[in-house]
């Protein structure tokens, strides 16, 4: 079976993360406007090439695969001419700085053909697939509701880092960690018809908020209450998915945000404390590894990737909404 062969354009921490990961990829080039760290990635890398140019690394020959991994407002544009040379995509969440900025990406894929996947790498996380395994199942009974936290507490000059600007960002925690709650939460809910939420911008001096709050409404009547936070000084990721008969709850990622766990708590026949399990996970994160390998195997078998564009539009349909209440509520 021929290697696949990718270029990565962004050549910062998660560009880094992407390249170290593609066991059946060779990377080709490595692309970032800063020249010295994509050298730098380059170098690490058997046979990689270094440029600054995003625009004829992906129109080269040799690449079958884009990986786009840059500051946000230029996630889809870059994206959008990957697919328009018939190079399948992998762009980091949110995919841009808007839902509107996705159209682009779209449609250079359907004339191509070209596959696009979104990196809602959360989901590829040992406890998430887990879980994702004993929701499947049934065991859950009939679902009920969802109630999810993440947050981290920043760092010193963090409001003059570039997700402090929207012009480059787009937003500030909902669309950073709180993107990622929304697409967990509709991977195990479904679309959600009602949207309502607050932002606030509690600590930080920025022009984005710093803390989202959101309350979200299945049309079968399951409720997610979604919460994302940069004023959590102990970093924090708790997701809880309860049914009629039992419990799952996912915390930790690893790292600061301690050890990855999965507790199962079902509900026994005279109620009372749970049958509990747990699962801990105290290796390295494979997520990225895990959900690299699943791009390969849509691209091998060219089927749709989940999640694809259609997803990353969904979650920006909920974090715009929220973003329209809130203004309008500033302005009252």
């Known amino acids: 079976m021929e290697m696949i062969r990718a270029a990565i354009i962004g050549c910062g921490l998660i560009g880094e993360k992407r390249a170290k990961s593609s066991k059946d990829v060779q990377i080709k080039v490595c692309c970032d406007v800063d020249e010295a760290r994509a050298r730098k990635l380059a170098s690490q890398l058997p046979g990689a090439e270094s440029s600054t140019d995003w625009k004829t690394t992906v129109e080269r020959k040799d690449v079958d695969l884009v990986f786009v991994a840059t500051v946000h407002d230029m996630l889809a544009a870059i994206a959008a001419g990957a697919a328009a040379a018939g190079k399948h995509v992998l762009i980091e969440k949110p995919a841009g700085r808007c839902g509107a900025e996705l159209a682009a990406v779209r449609e250079a894929a359907a004339k191509t053909g070209a596959l696009v996947r979104i990196g809602f790498n959360h989901r590829y996380h040992r406890a998430f697939r887990k879980a994702r395994e004993i929701f499947d199942s049934g065991a859950l009974g009939e679902m009920m509701f969802i109630r999810g936290r993440y947050g981290h507490g920043g760092r010193p000059g963090y409001d003059k880092e570039w997700r402090a600007a929207p012009e480059k960002s787009g937003g500030g925690e909902l669309v950073d960690q709180g993107m990622h709650l929304v697409d967990l939460a509709r991977w195990f809910l479904g679309d959600f018809t009602e949207v309502k939420g607050f932002t606030g911008t509690y600590f930080w001096e920025m022009p984005v908020e710093d803390n989202a709050f959101l309350l979200l409404r299945t049309p079968s009547g399951q409720v997610a209450s979604l919460h994302a936070t940069w004023t959590e000084w102990k970093n924090l990721f708790s997701f809880e998915i ?67 564009l259609a997803d990353a539009e969904a979650a920006w349909v909920i974090v715009e909404t929220i973003y329209r209440e809130s203004r309008r509520d500033h302005h009252q």
Do not use: C
């Open 242 to 308: 309860y049914g009629r008969n039992a419990k799952l709850e996912i915390s930790g990622l690893g790292g600061s945000y301690g050890m990855e766990r999965l507790a199962f708590y079902r509900m026994l026949p005279h109620m009372g404390p749970p049958e509990t399990t747990i699962w801990e996970y105290p290796m390295a994160d494979d997520s990225w590894q895990e959900e690299v390998a699943e791009f390969i195997a849509d691209i091998r078998l060219n089927r749709r990737p989940t999640p694809g």
